[in-house]
T-cell receptor, first 112, second 114 residues
Framework: EAGVTQFPSHSVIEKGQTVTLRCDPISGHDNLYWYRRVMGKEIKFLLHFVKESKQDESGMPNNRFLAERTGGTYSTLKVQPAELEDSGVYFC??????????FGPGTRLTVT | GNSVTQMEGPVTLSEEAFLTINCTYTATGYPSLFWYVQYPGEGLQLLLKATKADDKGSNKGFEATYRKETTSFHLEKGSVQVSDSAVYFCALVNINFGNEKLTFGTGTRLTIIP
């Protein structure tokens, strides 16, 4: 069974540009989560989808971040326009139950 | 709100040494507790979990016991190997309070020297 995949693995963009991160969850997992780790600090929750609906987006830092989950399958996280403080590693996870979240390898975003 | 405090790193040990990485938490009710591990160049992997007080999670020689009286979930291994070098994250989820988001500690980088 394929695990959670994320694309790209690393992205370097300039301040003000737009970046779109993609996450493909494990097939059949209704729950999809986005997290990020900034500057070696703790990993922080961004939002949670159940199928195509946003269940909890309390962790989204501001309106420059837009997450979508098309047809309850893959998800994208768009940052527009990117700021320096958005640099970090963005993790996606999927699950059938909350206490079994499976994580992808992460996307390292560098904003210069 | 929920929070997790874990031992600051980095931690460097010799092979076959005993490992303890401390983790304490703050949460209402009865959260489920986890240790995740991130090996170099890889994503987060669930190492072990415990879902109720006094449960002991174990995997790959690592153990952690859910201690509600001390709100702790310390990670231990009796004899570490070079392959255990990684970043370890303590985390909790408080499903009973209507949310499924994991709350993580800051991570502890462990390096094992041959």
């Amino acid at each position: 069974e394929a695990g959670v995949t994320q694309f790209p693995s690393h992205s370097v963009i300039e301040k003000g540009q737009t970046v779109t991160l993609r996450c493909d969850p494990i097939s059949g997992h209704d729950n999809l989560y986005w997290y990020r780790r900034v500057m070696g600090k703790e990993i922080k929750f961004l939002l949670h989808f159940v199928k195509e609906s946003k269940q909890d987006e309390s962790g989204m830092p501001n309106n420059r971040f837009l997450a979508e989950r098309t047809g309850g399958t893959y998800s994208t996280l768009k940052v527009q326009p990117a700021e320096l403080e958005d640099s970090g590693v963005y993790f996606c996870a999927s699950s059938q139950v909350a206490y079994e979240q499976y994580f992808g390898p992460g996307t390292r975003l560098t904003v210069t | 709100g929920n929070s997790v405090t874990q031992m600051e790193g980095p931690v460097t040990l010799s092979e076959e040494a005993f490992l303890t990485i401390n983790c304490t938490y703050t949460a209402t009710g009865y959260p489920s507790l986890f240790w995740y591990v991130q090996y170099p160049g890889e994503g987060l992997q669930l190492l072990l979990k415990a879902t109720k007080a006094d449960d002991k999670g174990s995997n790959k020689g690592f153990e952690a016991t859910y201690r509600k009286e001390t709100t702790s979930f310390h990670l231990e291994k009796g004899s570490v190997q070079v392959s255990d070098s990684a970043v370890y994250f303590c985390a909790l989820v408080n499903i009973n309070f209507g949310n499924e988001k994991l709350t993580f500690g800051t991570g502890t980088r462990l390096t094992i020297i041959p």
